[in-house]
Every structure is written in C-alpha cells, then in structure tokens.
C-alpha cells in the first residue's frame, strides 16, 4: 500500500507534468479546437478542474459523507454533466481556467497532507462508489486524464 508521502509526491509529479503539458501545448493554441473534438484545450482543462474540484469536496467532507454536487442535481449522465460544465467555462478566461486547475492540485495535496491517517488509509472509508475495498491512498486520482483524455491530446499535439 501507498504511504502518504507517496501519494504526496504522486501528486506533486502530477502537477509538474501537467505545467509540462501546457508548456507543450502553449497558450497561443488552448483555445483552438481539436484535442477533445469541438472541445478546446481550455474546455478540457476546465471539465478536468471541476472533476477534480469534486473529488477534494468530497475529501473535505469527510468519510461517508457526499457533499452536493456542483452541477445541477437533474444532471444524471456524465454526458449531461460534462455538456454542462462546458457552458459554464467555455466563456472564460484562459487565465482563470489554468489559475483553477492549478488550485485544485494545490488543495488536493493540502487535504492528503492534513487528513487523519485512518481516514487515508481504511478501505472503504469514503464509500466511492466500486472503491468500497480501496483506501483513499489507493485511488487513482488523475487515472481518468491519463485513460481518456491523454491520448487525444497527444494525437493532436502529433498532428500539429
């Protein structure tokens, strides 16, 4: 099993790559359509924020408690949740949007930093939903950006 420091650094490799992914992309093309269909760069960065917002609100909240959603509670599918997190970004700042995501890495390694051992380490303690055998410890926090997301924007970047 992981130690905190391990996810911690985990965590701190992650961002660190993640600086190097807009450096490669540069900011003269997060707003061009293409890395995730009509989806700009920027769109991603923000539909990636808002999961990841979601995730450390729940940690926050504590074991087996689930906070409310931000989006809509009539939002069922992750299709209506994603169109609606895109309408609510798609209009902002490139700035404001990087600024975020860069927040949600920083409280994400605060909450692990500061969270009681047994709440990181007791499988099953935050009741994610097919996790219930996984410690906190043990999730894949940027496994979703790495499986669906990552390719895309590597072909892109390939192709450019």
Sequence with gaps: MKTR?????EIQDERAAWHALLEEVGE??????GPMGDWTFKDLAAHLMVWQERLNERIEA???THPPTPW????ETDDEIN????????????????????????RCAELIATMPEED??????????????????????????HEEHEPSIREWLRSR
């Design 5 to 9: 420091d391990e996810l911690m650094q």
């Design 28 to 33: 003269d093309r997060m707003e061009e359509p």
């Design 62 to 64: 504590g074991p087996n």
């Design 72 to 75: 809509p509670a009539s939002l």
């Design 83 to 106: 169109a609606w997190i895109y309408a609510q970004h798609r209009d902002r700042p490139l700035r404001d949007v990087l600024t975020d995501v860069d927040r949600s890495y920083e």
């Design 120 to 145: 990181l380490m007791t499988p099953g303690r935050f009741g994610f939903e097919g996790m219930e055998e996984t410690p906190l410890v043990e999730l894949s926090f940027f496994g979703h950006f």
